[in-house]
Antibody, heavy 117, light 110 residues
Framework: EVQLVQSGGGLVQPGGSLRLSCAAS????????MTWVRQAPGKGLEWVAN????????NYVDSVKGRFTISRDNTKNSLYLQMNSLRAEDTAIYYC??????????WGQGTMVTVSS | QSALTQPPSASGSPGQSVTISCTGS?????????VSWYQRQPGEVPKLMIY???KRPSGVPDRFSGSKSGNTASLTVSGLRGEDEADYYC??????????FGGGTKLTVL
């Protein structure tokens, strides 16, 4: 079965750090662009970052540049999002998703990140 | 990196057709055929309904169709059913390896 299983997330104070993980199975992970998408409470979906198959290219939405780092380990079939200098506005459910024809065909279950003192 | 513009809500009666618009600019929707649409049921992860403007993934009913004219993409749901009630989001490439979602449209089946 093709699936993405997420872990990490939780409650963190403003200025703190958190690392999200996304474990892939059922497909050749190293063949896929991977993306992080988030949804803040009461808001719509927001593209956060993506990473090329071999990790050689990474792209970010302006609001997280310099604070978030997307990475992957193809030997472990895993995607990561290191989040530093977290702000209240980063509070959201974070999803990892598999890229497929300029779209997302497989999504992780989502993990909640709450930034609050 | 402005979000694409979608109407906050749309509605229709069972059996009718409804069209949801997604307006961007000449830099995103107007320049690329990389528009996709997602259905978001409460408590579930988004589901891909349309990709590359008009294509339907396997398993998506042909009641769902996509189109584009200029800087505006559209999702049409024909023969509305109760289970179509959900939030719908468009998504597009904007160039320079940046992507953006629409604000979302809540579809209500009356």
């Amino acid at each position: 079965e093709v699936q993405l299983v997420q872990s990490g997330g939780g409650l963190v104070q403003p200025g703190g750090s958190l690392r999200l993980s996304c474990a892939a199975s059922g497909f050749t992970f190293s063949n896929s662009w991977m993306t992080w998408v988030r949804q803040a409470p009461g808001k719509g979906l927001e593209w956060v970052a993506n990473i090329k198959q071999d990790g050689s290219e990474k792209n970010y939405v302006d609001s997280v540049k310099g604070r978030f780092t997307i990475s992957r380990d193809n030997t472990k079939n895993s995607l990561y999002l290191q989040m530093n200098s977290l702000r209240a506005e980063d509070t959201a459910i974070y999803y990892c998703a598999r890229g497929w024809y300029a779209a997302f065909d497989v999504w992780g279950q989502g993990t909640m990140v709450t930034v609050s003192s | 990196q402005s979000a694409l513009t979608q109407p906050p809500s749309a509605s229709g009666s069972p059996g009718q057709s409804v069209t949801i618009s997604c307006t961007g600019s000449s830099s995103d929707i107007g320049s690329y055929n990389y528009v996709s649409w997602y259905q978001r049921q409460p408590g579930e992860v988004p589901k891909l309904m349309i990709y590359e403007v008009t294509k339907r993934p396997s398993g998506v009913p042909d009641r769902f169709s996509g189109s584009k004219s200029g800087n505006t993409a559209s999702l049409t749901v024909s023969g509305l059913r109760g289970e179509d009630e959900a939030d719908y989001y468009c998504y597009s490439y904007t160039g320079s390896n940046i992507w953006v979602f629409g604000g979302g449209t809540k579809l209500t089946v009356l």
